[in-house]
């Protein structure tokens, strides 16, 4: 059974930087796509970023891209979301997920190619 544990979040000043950390165990690391995503109170969720592990390729949702970078640890099962210049917009809870790619970038998106995801974690970030 794949577990997800998100850890790294926090509070921070607008500017700041805060890097999360996604540690998997019980699945197939190396083969899948680890995804990030944030949901912020009343809205729906966003996605935020992703990378395949297997390749390092990456791609970020447009309010993040030139400010969060993914990267990844093989050798810890673990994926990186380093964040920088965070603006109050970012303050949400962060999950990451596991899934595969299938072919399609859509699918990690809109989080259909995920079927394990964390518990969250919470950024604020103040102004």
């Known amino acids: 059974q794949v577990q997800l544990i998100e850890s790294g979040g926090g509070l921070v000043q607008a500017g700041g930087s805060l890097r999360l950390s996604c540690a998997a165990s019980?699945?197939?690391?190396?083969?899948?796509?680890i995804g990030w995503f944030r949901q912020a109170p009343g809205k729906e969720r966003e996605f935020v970023g992703a990378?395949?592990?297997?390749?390092?390729?990456?791609l970020y949702g447009d309010s993040v891209k030139g400010r969060f970078t993914i990267s990844r640890d093989n050798a810890k099962s673990t994926v990186f979301l380093q964040m920088n210049s965070l603006k109050p917009e970012d303050t949400a809870v962060y999950y990451c997920?596991?899934?595969?790619?299938?072919?399609?970038?859509?699918?990690?998106?809109?989080?259909?190619?995920?079927?394990?995801w964390g518990q969250g974690t919470q950024v604020t970030v103040s102004s």
């Open positions: 990378i395949r592990v297997s390749l390092g390729t990456t």
């Open positions: 019980g699945g197939t690391f190396s083969t899948s796509t």
């Open positions: 997920a596991l899934g595969r790619y299938r072919g399609y970038w859509y699918e990690v998106r809109d989080g259909t190619a995920f079927d394990s």
